[in-house]
């Protein structure tokens, strides 16, 4: 039997390799591990044994170009993997796209648009079967092309800017309207805004609804109590202690996402300021701050189940031939209180 070429220091065993192993052709190889029942007995358990000696993983995405199939997997680009509400979202996707057989690949832009860019460049180059993404920001040009290409793209928490695609959202403006108009129904009229940065359609869609129930109220909009821009905890607790060091400062406040809400709550326990707490977003021991606090609740994991249904409909319709309407879908939300 000839000795297998030497395919390279931590280079993964080719077909060839397995095919010198057992010492058949490539050809009958190939057959082997396609499973064609017209390879003797003998000959199919001897590839299968080099195989096996070589740790040889046939290139299933090649295989599936060449058969005309798409590779089988979903590509799933998010923002911030820290943020708890993505890892929910994610497990929505892949709960849903595992049933048809697809695996989940997850990528994270760090809201860096350059980055999301080339993430997205990256999977239609890997030809992936869908894209499932939540934009950095307006600039959804890369997303447009993707979709030009012919992969089938579903937005997620945000709506597409310049160019037709399914989306899921959240009523993020009505969440943030009740929220912010429960806790001036309990008699707070200076109330603070921690929120996304302004880039982000989820943040500003949470301040136009504060905006709203202030206005509902007949209270004006003060700009000193508005802080924008935090995504993490740090930055957030940050901004609310700045808020809470003011002359007059809120005697509550509303923050547009959970990464801002348990900034603040630390900025709160911090300083001992007896300041009512609103936020959207539940998250997990929410329950156990021993504290006052509403928030706006959804279901997160339903977000991504609807994400990705939608793709796999599109997914559907491109192998048929056909395309349906464009779909966008609002989550409704609720109010949940805490520690009263």
């Not at 599936?64 to 509400?85: D, H, I, K, M, Q």
């Not at 447009?144 to 989306?167: I, K, N």
């Not at 935090?230 to 809120?250: D, G, N, V």
């Not at 977003?281 to 156990?288: C, G, I, P, R, S």
């Amino acid at each position: 039997m000839p000795a297998p070429r030497d395919s390279g220091a931590g280079q993964p065993p080719t077909l060839r390799d397995v095919a010198e192993r057992a010492g058949v052709s490539a050809m009958t190889a190939s057959r082997v591990l396609r499973d064609d029942p017209r390879v003797l007995p003998a000959t199919r358990d001897r590839v299968r044994a080099a195989a096996a000696a070589l740790g040889y993983r046939p290139n299933e995405v090649a295989r599936s170009l060449r058969l005309g199939r798409g590779t089988g997997l979903v590509g799933l680009v998010v923002t911030n993997l820290a943020n708890p509400f993505y890892s929910r979202l994610a497990l929505g996707v892949d709960s849903v796209v595992a049933a048809d057989g697809l695996k989940t690949v997850i990528g994270n832009t760090g809201q860096d648009l350059d980055g999301e860019r080339d993430l997205v460049a990256d999977l239609v180059a890997r030809r992936v079967d869908g894209i499932i993404a939540v934009p950095a920001g307006s600039d959804q040009r890369h997303l447009a092309a993707a979709a030009a290409e012919g992969v089938p793209v579903v937005l997620a928490s945000r709506p597409p800017e310049g160019f037709d695609a399914d989306c899921v959202l959240v009523d993020d403006f009505g969440g943030a309207r009740a929220a912010t108009a429960r806790l001036l129904a309990r008699g707070h009229h200076r109330v603070g805004f921690l929120g996304s940065p302004p880039a982000v359609y989820t943040g500003t869609e949470r301040l136009r609804g504060y905006h709203a129930a202030l206005a509902d109220a007949g209270l004006p909009t003060r700009a000193g109590l508005v802080r924008q821009g935090q995504t993490e905890p740090a930055e957030a607790e940050r901004a609310a202690a700045e808020l809470l060091a003011l002359p007059e400062p809120p005697t509550a406040l509303f923050c547009s996402n959970n990464r801002n809400t348990i900034g603040a709550f630390r900025a709160l326990r911090a300083t001992g300021a007896d300041t009512a707490l609103a936020g959207f977003d539940d998250f997990e021991l929410a329950d156990a701050l021993g504290l006052p606090l509403t928030l706006v609740t959804y279901d997160s994991d339903e977000l991504g189940c609807a994400a990705g249904r939608l793709l796999m409909e599109r997914i559907r319709e491109r192998k048929g031939g056909g395309a349906g309407a464009y779909r966008r879908l609002v989550l409704p939300t609720g109010l949940v209180e805490y520690g009263r």
